[in-house]
C-alpha cells in the first residue's frame, strides 16, 4: 500500500472535503492500493501550500490565488484537480446596521482578514456598487470569522470572508429575516476556483500512476456524494462530532454542486483561471499575469482533459 497524506485547506475538516472522506470510507482508495491520511496545517508552520512546497505533504487543497503567488516565487506545487467551480466568501451584515446594499459599506466597519487578495476584492465590490471604496473602514479579524451576534453586539457593521455553504449556515441568536448574506460571485467578484488540488510537480513525474489513481478514487468520491448529497452526512459525524447533523444536512446540498462543471469533477478551466490572474495582476498580487500557465494540470485526470 502506498501511503499519502493530503492536507486540507481549513483548521478542520468542513463539507468540502466530503468526496475524499466519502471515497475513503467507501473503500475506494484502498482499491487503489492508496492508505490514505486527511491532516490539517498547523498555522504556525504555514498553510497547505507551505507543506506541500517542503515535501510534509503528498496532496493537499488550497485557494488557487495562494498558488499564484507560490508559484512566482517556488516553481514547485502544481495544481492537479479543481475543488471548486466558484467563490464561496461572502458580505454580511444585520438589517441594525442600515446597510441594504454593497455600497453602503462606504464609511461602514468591515471585519476581514486583511490579505492583499481580500483588500483588493472588497473595494471591487463596493465599487462594482457605486460606493466610495477609499471609505471603508477595515477592522482586522485575522482568521476569526465573526458571527451576526458579533455586528448585532457592534464588534464591525459587516464582514467579508464568511462561506455561504459552510459559517453562513452555524447557529446564530440573529433571526434569518434580520440577516443579509451576500455571495461575493454574485456582486460584483470575478470568478475564479475557490479552491484547487495539488502536489508536487516532482511526485507527478516519478510517480504518475500514484497521481492518477489517486484522482480516479477522488473523482468516484465526489461524483458519489454530488448524486447524493446527504450520504456523506454520516461520515462527518465520525470526524467532526462536535458539529450538529443539521449544519451537515444543509452545508452539503449547497456546496455539492460547486464540484463540478458540466457533469464533470475536477478540470481547472481556462475561463477562470485565466481572468482571475489577470485581476490578481491587475491589483498587485500578482506580477506576472501569465505565471497561471505553469501553475496547473489537467493530465492526471481520469478524463485527461488538458488546459
Same mark, same amino acid.
Given at each position: 500500500? +502506498?501511503? *499519502? ?13 466530503? #468526496?475524499? &472522506?466519502? =471515497?475513503? /470510507? ?117 482568521? +476569526?470569522? *465573526? ?13 467579508? #470572508?464568511? &462561506?455561504? =455553504?459552510? /459559517? ?140
Amino acid at each position: 500500500m +502506498r501511503n *499519502l497524506k493530503v492536507m486540507l485547506e481549513y483548521f478542520y475538516p468542513w463539507t468540502n472535503s466530503a #468526496g475524499f &472522506y466519502y =471515497a475513503r /470510507e467507501q473503500g475506494w482508495y484502498r482499491e487503489a492500493g492508496l492508505d490514505v491520511e486527511f491532516t490539517v496545517y498547523d498555522p504556525g508552520r504555514g498553510d497547505t501550500l507551505a507543506y506541500l512546497a517542503r515535501g510534509e505533504a503528498d496532496f493537499g487543497i488550497f485557494p488557487s490565488n495562494r498558488l499564484l503567488v507560490q508559484r512566482e516565487k517556488q516553481q514547485v506545487v502544481v495544481g492537479v484537480a479543481a475543488i471548486n467551480h466558484r467563490g464561496m466568501e461572502t458580505v454580511q451584515t444585520v438589517r441594525s446596521t442600515g446597510i441594504r446594499r454593497p455600497a453602503d459599506l462606504a464609511g461602514k466597519r468591515v471585519a476581514m482578514n486583511p490579505t492583499p487578495r481580500g483588500l483588493a476584492m472588497i473595494r471591487q465590490l463596493v465599487q462594482a456598487d457605486g460606493g466610495d471604496a477609499d471609505a471603508i473602514v477595515i477592522v482586522d479579524a485575522g482568521t +476569526r470569522e *465573526l458571527t451576526p451576534d458579533a455586528i448585532a453586539a457592534g464588534e464591525a457593521d459587516a464582514t467579508f #470572508g464568511s &462561506y455561504w =455553504a459552510w /459559517e453562513i449556515l452555524m447557529d446564530t441568536a440573529v433571526p434569518e429575516s434580520e440577516r443579509i448574506v451576500w455571495p461575493v460571485d454574485e456582486i460584483g467578484a470575478p470568478p475564479y476556483h475557490s479552491y484547487l488540488l495539488g502536489t508536487q510537480e516532482a511526485l507527478t513525474k516519478r510517480e504518475p500512476e500514484t497521481v492518477r489513481a489517486f484522482l480516479e478514487a477522488t473523482e468516484r468520491g465526489y461524483l458519489a456524494v454530488a448524486a447524493d448529497p446527504l450520504a456523506a452526512v454520516p461520515v462527518f459525524e465520525k470526524f467532526v462530532p462536535y458539529f450538529p447533523r443539521r449544519l451537515f444536512e444543509r452545508s452539503l446540498p449547497l456546496i455539492a454542486p460547486t464540484w463540478l462543471h458540466d457533469g464533470a469533477w475536477g478540470r481547472q478551466r481556462v475561463e477562470l483561471i485565466e481572468p482571475y490572474a489577470a485581476w490578481l495582476a491587475e491589483h498587485g498580487i500578482l506580477h506576472d499575469k501569465e505565471i497561471w500557465r505553469s501553475a496547473y494540470t489537467n493530465d492526471y485526470l481520469p478524463q485527461r482533459t488538458a488546459i
